[in-house]
């Protein structure tokens, strides 16, 4: 059949290792501009690793949604977290690099056995108080502290904690210190910190972006043009590339995110209320409930769009009794609310958080739920029947 005559409205997966180039003169320049290129898209394909087609093809679908210059798919979350970081890594620059505490407990992990163990990367932590972040605090550690750059999620996980992501941006600029965030909680759709002058914002791609629990994919995205050539040469040398076959999936799933994610947070915010309604639950952490630490926060920078969809809570009684609730209402909602250590996922899930966090939230009771969009009506009906069976 003649190229021609196909007219497929869906981007070609090109599974391509390398990509054929018209003669020596060619191959030189392409590998010449590749180095030196400021554009997002290459002018000439020549390896997969380097860049591929129906990747940069996702990555411009993603550029819509953050409403950014440039975005740079990687295999994982964890992948554009060390694809990020690793851009600010100077040698010889001995400055501190400055971590919210409340963090996904696999970045803590990357930050203790990577940057500190192997790369001798002196890391310093700013936690909370009471829930919430006292930003004074903030703007004098970080004036005293002059670190390198500052890394923090405006939703944390799995407490849920708003941090004032405007107001965190102003105390770094105005103290000269870079600003990385993680977005994957709030996603664009909430906050979009780069409007609020973050040099990178990351997204764990398998969340919301995917939305349906079948690939696993990073991003980082950007405006300045400096910072985006030194990320696809380091995304090149250590191989941090998305397959072309997730990339092509994760362009078709992307383009229902903005369907998806809504009714995700219009979910969790009627399961917020109907857990911290029910007697047999003792706390309900969501930061759409007036009574969440942050709320205001919330209320401020997302503007009624939703407060995400996560949801996490803890059953009432003494440590032996919320044990027990905990594995009774696992056990009850199998059927429908499986137990996945992940989130996002179109179907509600759940993590048991003592079991995965350990000391850091040591409450037995407590579960973190990552709610779907399946028909809430649904979803009521086996929260209320478990709630009931206990």
Excluded at 140 to 157: A, D, T
């Amino acid at each position: 059949m003649k190229r021609n005559e196909i007219r497929s409205t869906r981007v070609p997966v090109y599974r391509d290792s390398g990509f054929e180039l018209e003669n020596a003169m060619v191959m030189g320049e392409a590998f010449n501009t590749e180095a030196a290129s400021g554009n997002r898209e290459p002018g000439h394909y020549i390896y997969s690793r380097y860049r591929n087609p129906t990747v940069v093809a996702a990555e411009e679908e993603i550029m819509k949604i953050e409403g950014c210059n440039w975005a740079l798919l990687t295999q994982s979350g964890m992948a554009a977290v060390d694809v990020a970081m690793s851009l600010f890594q100077e040698a010889g620059n001995s400055k501190p690099w400055l971590f919210f505490s409340e963090i996904y407990g696999g970045t803590i992990s990357y930050i203790n056995s990577v940057l500190t163990a192997r790369r001798g990367i002196r890391a310093e932590w700013f936690s909370p108080a009471n829930d919430g972040y006292n930003l004074a605090k903030l703007e004098e550690m970080v004036h005293r502290v002059k670190p390198q750059f500052l890394y923090f999620e405006v939703i944390s996980n799995p407490m849920l904690i708003i941090a004032d992501a405007a107001e965190v941006i102003n105390i770094c600029k105005r103290n000269g210190v870079k600003v990385i965030v993680d977005n994957t909680f709030a996603t664009p759709y909430l906050l979009k910190p780069l409007d609020y002058g973050a040099n990178l914002v990351i997204h764990s791609g398998t969340k919301y972006f995917s939305g349906h629990g079948n690939l696993t994919a990073g991003v980082l995205c950007g405006n300045g043009e400096e910072l985006m050539r030194d990320a696809v040469a380091y995304r090149k040398f250590v191989g941090h590339m998305l397959s072309p076959d997730d990339a092509y999936r994760l362009h078709t799933q992307i383009q229902t995110f903005a369907l998806r994610f809504p009714v995700q947070c219009e979910n969790a915010f009627r399961t917020a209320k109907l857990l911290a309604g029910h007697h047999i639950i003792e706390k309900v952490w969501y930061p759409g409930l007036t009574e969440h630490s942050t709320n205001n926060i919330a209320d401020r920078l997302f503007g009624g769009k939703g407060y995400g969809a996560m949801v996490t809570f803890t059953f009432r009684g003494d440590a032996g009794q919320k044990r027990q609730r905990r594995d009774m209402f696992i056990e009850h909602v199998s059927d429908k609310i499986r137990l996945v250590p992940t989130l996002g996922d179109p179907h509600t899930i759940l993590m048991p958080v003592e079991p995965v966090w350990g000391d850091r939230y040591p409450d037995p009771g407590m579960i973190r739920l990552s709610v779907g969009f399946e028909s809430f009506d649904e979803l009521e009906a086996t929260l209320s029947e478990a709630l009931e069976g206990l």
